[in-house]
């Protein structure tokens, strides 16, 4: 076959970004904006994102250029300011990278226990490339999955992108994985996350996925993947797009549940043909698609983008899954959407779709506690309050009790809410905060 028949795979990253901007007329100030932005925070994108998802005549509005290219908006204005003058004045790479880091050490760089309360402990070590969080699942980094076809914007995982080792959770250790499998039977779960597996080729995935396969405990197998939106003909045309779909019918032979856990923020990203084609390539294996994002302000803010992206990936046979809150992490304070906006629009876009559509849960936030849902907003005892459950939690006692928090029209996290009625907690052993 021809060239044109299989694309080759082509990123972009920083030292781009100026020549792929002035694809825009956008004054000589604002690219510099964005360039201080992207020493920051990651950026990395391909010549799919840029030439087959964005329209370039409807940037800066664009949605998935707006997911993709750094905004100013995404740091404090003092913060862009400093860097700008750095990179004007072609400061140094070292002075350059100590006030990047200074920058991120004030954006919560991992929230929510990340390195602490979700790593586990085998014979006596810490197992930094895990994350356990909820009794029955355990997520895997592995190390060389830790990068992406593509940098969401608005990613809650940015510092495994920022080139400081100390902020990457990864590992290459399989030997360990397998031995704290096997030493935790309540695991039935195993997420492979990223960054994004689906970089690696499939001969690396297969050193990870296989060893899951000999412990009977383990019924299901996830992979957390941005690549059918991102770069779909990993699925298609990519020189071993066949093995990977191989290993996917291997999981499923052996009896187990593969679910491939696909980022999707805007219904942009379903257009091209060949996002179709990946996605009944992976059906077609026996893996189930289970679509999931977060709601984004500039991006996916409204009714009218969720329930088209619900509707046509369960036309596409996916599963509607989580519909996401913007983590307490980078630039949150841009992204972010106040809850009682965001779940009026879940709510008005799961009005509008089908009874197939509504398997999807939302809005989530991922915090300390657990997956906490917000179910709605309410007058208790003539109190006006968001009623909420979690969904998960790393005590199974709290899951599917409902709870209520005094309603505050600018919370966009569950640290901003407090216990409704004066009460001192939430629920008996669910603190606020």
Same mark, same amino acid.
């Given at each position: 076959m021809s060239s044109a028949h299989h694309p080759r795979f082509r990123a972009f990253t920083p030292r781009d970004l100026d020549g792929l901007l002035r694809?825009?007329?956008l004054p000589d100030d604002q690219r510099l904006a964005l360039r201080?932005?992207?020493?920051?925070?990651?950026?990395r994108t391909n010549a799919y994102? /840029?030439? $087959?998802?964005?329209?370039?005549? @409807?940037?800066?509005?664009?949605?998935?250029?707006?997911?993709?290219?750094?905004?100013?908006?995404?740091?404090?204005?003092p913060d862009v300011r400093r860097m700008a003058g750095l990179l004007a004045g072609q400061a140094s790479r070292a002075e350059i990278q100590r006030a990047a880091h200074e920058i991120r050490m004030r954006l919560n760089p991992h929230p929510s226990g990340q390195l602490d309360a979700n790593v586990p402990v085998h014979e006596g070590r810490r197992l930094t490339g895990l994350q356990h969080k909820y009794p029955e699942t355990v997520l895997v980094f592995p190390r060389q999955g830790q990068t992406c076809h593509a940098?969401?914007?608005?990613?809650?995982?940015?510092?495994?992108? /920022?080139? $400081?080792?100390?902020?990457?959770? @990864?590992?290459?250790?399989?030997?360990a994985t397998d031995g704290y499998l096997r030493a935790h039977p309540e695991v039935s779960s195993v997420l492979v996350t990223g960054g994004d597996p689906l970089v690696m080729s499939t001969a690396v995935l297969r050193r990870y996925v296989e060893p899951l396969l000999r412990i009977d405990t383990v019924r299901s197998i996830r992979v957390g993947t941005k690549s059918l939106a991102f770069w779909p003909y990993r699925f298609t045309t990519d020189r071993d797009a066949d093995d990977l779909l191989r290993l996917f019918e291997e999981v499923v032979a052996s009896g187990r549940h593969l679910a491939l856990m696909a980022h999707f923020t805007h219904p942009q990203e379903l257009r091209p043909p060949v996002v179709r084609e990946a996605m009944r390539r992976v059906r077609d294996t026996g893996a189930v698609i289970r679509c999931q994002g977060p709601l984004v302000a500039g991006i996916n803010d409204s009714a009218d983008a969720w329930a088209e992206l619900?509707?046509?990936?369960?036309?596409?046979?996916?599963?509607?899954?989580?519909?996401?809150?913007?983590?307490?992490?980078?630039?949150?304070?841009?992204?972010?959407?106040?809850?009682?906006?965001?779940?009026?629009?879940?709510?008005d876009a799961y009005a509008r779709v089908s009874g197939l559509a509504r398997t999807v849960r939302g809005p989530v936030m991922s915090a300390m506690p657990g997956k906490v849902c917000v179910d709605g907003v309410a007058e208790v005892a003539g109190e006006k309050v968001f009623a909420l459950h979690l969904i998960q939690a790393r005590d199974p006692a709290l899951v599917g009790r409902p709870f209520f928090a005094a309603y505050d029209e600018g919370a966009t996290w569950f640290t901003d809410l407090k216990p409704a009625f004066g009460s001192s907690s939430f629920l008996p052993g669910l603190e606020p905060g």
């Amino acid at each position: 076959m021809s060239s044109a028949h299989h694309p080759r795979f082509r990123a972009f990253t920083p030292r781009d970004l100026d020549g792929l901007l002035r694809r825009v007329s956008l004054p000589d100030d604002q690219r510099l904006a964005l360039r201080a932005v992207s020493s920051v925070l990651p950026f990395r994108t391909n010549a799919y994102v /840029v030439d $087959e998802l964005i329209d370039w005549s @409807a940037v800066p509005a664009d949605p998935v250029f707006r997911l993709t290219f750094p905004q100013s908006g995404m740091l404090p204005a003092p913060d862009v300011r400093r860097m700008a003058g750095l990179l004007a004045g072609q400061a140094s790479r070292a002075e350059i990278q100590r006030a990047a880091h200074e920058i991120r050490m004030r954006l919560n760089p991992h929230p929510s226990g990340q390195l602490d309360a979700n790593v586990p402990v085998h014979e006596g070590r810490r197992l930094t490339g895990l994350q356990h969080k909820y009794p029955e699942t355990v997520l895997v980094f592995p190390r060389q999955g830790q990068t992406c076809h593509a940098y969401c914007t608005y990613c809650f995982r940015w510092p495994q992108f /920022v080139g $400081e080792a100390d902020l990457r959770i @990864a590992t290459d250790d399989i030997e360990a994985t397998d031995g704290y499998l096997r030493a935790h039977p309540e695991v039935s779960s195993v997420l492979v996350t990223g960054g994004d597996p689906l970089v690696m080729s499939t001969a690396v995935l297969r050193r990870y996925v296989e060893p899951l396969l000999r412990i009977d405990t383990v019924r299901s197998i996830r992979v957390g993947t941005k690549s059918l939106a991102f770069w779909p003909y990993r699925f298609t045309t990519d020189r071993d797009a066949d093995d990977l779909l191989r290993l996917f019918e291997e999981v499923v032979a052996s009896g187990r549940h593969l679910a491939l856990m696909a980022h999707f923020t805007h219904p942009q990203e379903l257009r091209p043909p060949v996002v179709r084609e990946a996605m009944r390539r992976v059906r077609d294996t026996g893996a189930v698609i289970r679509c999931q994002g977060p709601l984004v302000a500039g991006i996916n803010d409204s009714a009218d983008a969720w329930a088209e992206l619900w509707e046509e990936t369960t036309t596409l046979g996916a599963v509607p899954y989580y519909q996401f809150v913007e983590r307490d992490t980078g630039p949150q304070g841009y992204f972010g959407v106040p809850l009682a906006r965001g779940h009026a629009v879940f709510r008005d876009a799961y009005a509008r779709v089908s009874g197939l559509a509504r398997t999807v849960r939302g809005p989530v936030m991922s915090a300390m506690p657990g997956k906490v849902c917000v179910d709605g907003v309410a007058e208790v005892a003539g109190e006006k309050v968001f009623a909420l459950h979690l969904i998960q939690a790393r005590d199974p006692a709290l899951v599917g009790r409902p709870f209520f928090a005094a309603y505050d029209e600018g919370a966009t996290w569950f640290t901003d809410l407090k216990p409704a009625f004066g009460s001192s907690s939430f629920l008996p052993g669910l603190e606020p905060g």
